[in-house]
Structure formats: structure tokens, C-alpha cells
């Protein structure tokens, strides 16, 4: 389903204010890529960062991670939090990959979800990322906020929210929209302080859910769930981060 003329504008201001918005996280490679995500549950990616610098250069194999001893890697990646069970779905995941599939991250969904610690946003991070390709939209704490106080969903399942999205976005910008949305959540629409005063989606943007206060303007002339008025709602669809060179400041996220 084509976007409707909202939608539009708030992709083309995403553009225009995140036009070169890709993953924060430092990976070289898919196996990378996706060790990186599944470190970054609880974690900001500056410290998912920090710890993957030596992290990878010793672990360069999905076989180094699965012949490992746990308490070794435990150790090794203790500082991003959840530690032990991080260390488990790692192990676990790069065993089959190890075993099924030649060391290689494959490029598919629906393999990749049935992996230990690997569910639809980390598999969208790595499609969308490492390979390009456009599997979903990643559902993250800021985009599933983001969206939200937009009116682009009323959903607070992260399934939900992305079948929503994807009925009412291009399937080729779900990869940019993806990381535009994580970086726009840092920057403007921050959980406990929206700044609405400053965010460039202001005069597309209802506020839903924003409480008035110091930063928040008015809503905008979309008020009143416009997931309601000007957006199709299917109830089923199709169902895939950031640093840009426009960036205008350093953030910090968990996933
Ligand atoms: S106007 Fe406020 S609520 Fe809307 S996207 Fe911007 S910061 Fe978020």
C-alpha cells in the first residue's frame, strides 16, 4: 500500500535530517555484525563498541566462539551486562553455525530467528546491515516509541508494530527508515524528554502520548491518531542503526 501524504512528508524530513543514517555498531563482517547485536540487548553501543574492539580480534571465527571455554567468554564480554546469558545464546548460535552452515551467517529469516539468542529485530539489523537486505523494519525501543507518539501505530507489540509499519512504508526504505528512527529517538524523542521545541517533525508530528511540558509544542495538525484517520491499518503484512555524517551530536542507545 502506497504512503499517504503524512507518511510521506515524515519520511522525506527523516531523510533530509538523517540522510546518511547507518549502523553505530563496528563490524567488519555478518558473524560480526550479529555477535554485536545480540551484545547490544541492554547495553549502549558505544560499550557494545569498547568491548567487541578486542573481542574481535580474538574471536574471529563462529567456531573460536563455540570451542571457547564459557567462563572465558562470560569474562570477555561481562561489562555489556546480561552477561551469562549473552554468553550462552552465543556459544549456542555460533555452534550451529559452526555445524550447519560452514562458520556463515545465512541470509534468511527464517533460519536465522530459529538461531539461540537471535529473534526478528536482530535478524532485521543483520539482513538490513550486513547483507541489504530489506527483511522488516527493526523494532526497537526508539523506533517502537518514535512510531507511536507519531500515530503511525498504536501497538506496543514489536511484531505488531512492524507489520503496521511495513503496510504503510515503501519496502525500500525500510532499511533507512530503520536506522533514521533509532537515530531521531536519540536525538529528539527521548523517552523522558521529547524535544519537540527543536525536533523537525514537529509540524507532522501529534504527540501522542507526550505529556505538555518545558520541550513539548502543541500537537501538530495531525492530532487525534492518525493511525486511525490517515493510515490503512491492515491487520496483517508484510513484516528488517546509525551514525550519519550529518549527525550533529554523539548519542548513546540501548537497544
Ligand atoms: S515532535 Fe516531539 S513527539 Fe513528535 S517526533 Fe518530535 S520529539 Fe517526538
Known amino acids: ?32 555484525l550479529l555477535i554485536a547485536t545480540i551484545l547490544s540487548a541492554q547495553c549502549t553501543d558505544e560499550r557494545v563498541n569498547q568491548v567487541t574492539r578486542s573481542l574481535f580480534k580474538k574471536y574471529r571465527t563462529a567456531r573460536d566462539y563455540a570451542s571457547a571455554p564459557l567462563s572465558e567468554l562470560e569474562k570477555d564480554i561481562q561489562s555489556t551486562g546480561f552477561f551469562r546469558n549473552k554468553a550462552k545464546n552465543i556459544q549456542s548460535c555460533c555452534e550451529r553455525l559452526d555445524r550447519e552452515f560452514g562458520g556463515k551467517v545465512p541470509p534468511e529469516m527464517d533460519v536465522l530467528v530459529e538461531l539461540p539468542g537471535v529473534g526478528r529485530k536482530t535478524a532485521n539489523v543483520v539482513l538490513g546491515t550486513a547483507f541489504g537486505i530489506p527483511s522488516g523494519i527493526v523494532v526497537d525501543t526508539h523506533v517502537a516509541r518514535v512510531s ?3 500515530g503511525l501505530t498504536e501497538q506496543n507489540d514489536p511484531v505488531k508494530i512492524e507489520q503496521e509499519l511495513t503496510a504503510i512504508i515503501p519496502q525500500s526504505e525500510w532499511i533507512a527508515f530503520s536506522h533514521r528512527m533509532i537515530r531521531h529517538g536519540r536525538r529528539y524523542c527521548q523517552a523522558k524528554k521529547p524535544n519537540c521545541r527543536d525536533c523537525p517533525l514537529a509540524k507532522v508530528c501529534p504527540k501522542i502520548g507526550v505529556a505538555e511540558g518545558a520541550n513539548a509544542l502543541p500537537a501538530g495538525p495531525a492530532s487525534k491518531s492518525p493511525a486511525r484517520r490517515g493510515e490503512s491499518k491492515p491487520p496483517t503484512g508484510p513484516r528488517s542503526r546509525a551514525r550519519s555524517a550529518g549527525s550533529r551530536g554523539k548519542e548513546k542507545g540501548k537497544r
Open 148 to 150: 507511536r507518539r507519531l
Open 1 to 32: 500500500m502506497p504512503p499517504n501524504s503524512r507518511t510521506r512528508e515524515i519520511l522525506s524530513l527523516l531523510a533530509a535530517e538523517y540522510p546518511d543514517a547507518s549502523c553505530a555498531l563496528d563490524f567488519r563482517s555478518p558473524l560480526e
